[in-house]
């Protein structure tokens, strides 16, 4: 089984609708991150966690919410879909020592029709 | 505009040739890491380099970090067909949370 688990893998979603994507990760790590990759531009972040209680937006927040749920589940939700948030969506997680390495699930294809 | 650009952006090639790929800032960087994404998969590491002048090779690649942590470069000798993929560098910055910054990525084909 994967260390870090994205469900779902693909979603077809229309705009305007609530949708919210899962992670679930067995590495037993203290921070969890969401990320957005489109063509060119790489992983932007979306929002992260260091612990259960703490929640940070990161680069592109807007229109996106997050919930910790435990230590291993880390939850995105699209409030109101629209097009534009059509991307690749990625969770990770890390120890919170420096230089640390970034582990990543298999990322979940989200299209807005 | 990125803090990070790579250069280049897609890069096609015939097995058995050389490549490098460039990863620019003006920001200066605590560390630096290299990814490579496969499709349908996540980022995998591949290495992280740390201290300016910093070289370190794996197999056929082989990773520079800048002597002033603002840049590192990516070079690979005798590309493979199994070296295609998508290579993201990631750097961190000493300031609070300590967060990856990615580039845009490098989509490199490697043709048989």
């Known amino acids: 089984d994967a260390d870090v688990t994205q469900t779902p893998r693909n979603r077809i979603t229309k705009t305007g609708k609530r949708i919210m994507l899962e992670c679930s990760q067995t590495?037993?790590?203290?921070?969890m991150y969401w990320y957005r990759q489109d063509p060119g531009l790489g992983l932007r972040l979306i929002y992260y966690?260091?612990?259960?209680?703490?929640?940070n937006k990161g680069e592109i927040s807007d229109g996106y919410s997050v919930s910790r749920q435990a230590q291993a589940k880390f939850s995105l939700s699209l409030e109101s879909a629209i097009p534009n948030q059509t991307a690749l969506y990625f969770c990770?997680?890390?120890?919170?020592?420096?230089?640390?390495?970034?582990?990543f699930g298999q990322g979940t294809r989200l299209t807005v029709v | 505009t990125q803090l990070l650009e790579q250069s280049p952006q897609f890069l096609s090639i015939q097995e058995g040739e050389n490549l490098t790929v460039y990863c620019n800032s003006s920001?200066?960087?605590?560390?630096l890491q290299w990814y490579r994404q496969e499709p349908g998969e996540g980022p995998v590491l591949l290495v992280t380099?740390?201290?300016?002048?910093e070289v370190k090779k794996l197999k056929r690649l082989t990773f520079q970090f800048g002597d002033a942590r603002k840049d590192s470069s990516l070079h690979i000798t005798a590309a493979q067909p199994g070296d295609t993929g998508l290579y993201l560098c990631?750097?961190?910055?000493?300031?609070?949370?300590?967060?990856?910054?990615f580039g845009g990525g490098t989509r490199l084909m490697v043709k048989p």
């Open positions: 990770a997680t890390s120890e919170g020592t420096r230089n640390t390495e970034a582990f």
């Open positions: 590495k037993g790590h203290d921070r």
């Open positions: 966690s260091f612990d259960v209680k703490d929640i």
């Open positions: 920001s200066v960087f605590s560390s």
């Open positions: 380099v740390v201290t300016g002048g």
């Open positions: 990631a750097g961190r910055i000493n300031n609070a949370g300590n967060m990856l910054t």
